[in-house]
């Protein structure tokens, strides 16, 4: 079955850390490109890093310096590490997977995983 099976995400406090990850079922990740978004209640989703097929990493100014988005191609996932948490991340995550091929692209999503930062 194709698809992204998320994990990690929970409960921790300002100034924790968590890490998150992404793992393709079914396909092949290092052929795509990976984006992480996220969904606080009542605002839109946003983008929050990206990370191309050679590895060229991307953060939203909100999280540049304390998220890092990286790829094991070995393992067939990707993980976002989220360092020096604040109440704001808090929000629902979500792991995109893309490429085109031949004109016709091809996206997947994770289901979201929850990320809470409350004291």
């Known amino acids: 079955q194709v698809q992204l099976v998320q994990a990690g995400g929970g409960l921790v406090q300002p100034g924790g850390s968590l890490r998150l990850s992404c793992a393709a079922s079914g396909f092949r990740l290092d052929y795509y490109a990976i984006g992480w978004f996220r969904q606080a209640p009542g605002k839109q989703r946003e983008l929050v890093a990206t990370i191309t097929i050679s590895g060229s990493t991307n953060y939203a100014d909100s999280v540049k310096g304390r998220f890092t988005l990286s790829r094991d191609n070995a393992k067939n996932t990707v993980s976002l590490q989220m360092n020096s948490l604040k109440p704001e991340d808090t929000a629902v995550y979500y792991c995109?997977?893309?490429?085109?091929?031949?004109?016709?692209?091809?996206?997947?999503w994770g289901k979201g995983t929850l990320v809470t930062v409350s004291s």
């Open positions: 995109n997977a893309r490429r085109t091929i031949v004109g016709v692209p091809m996206d997947y």
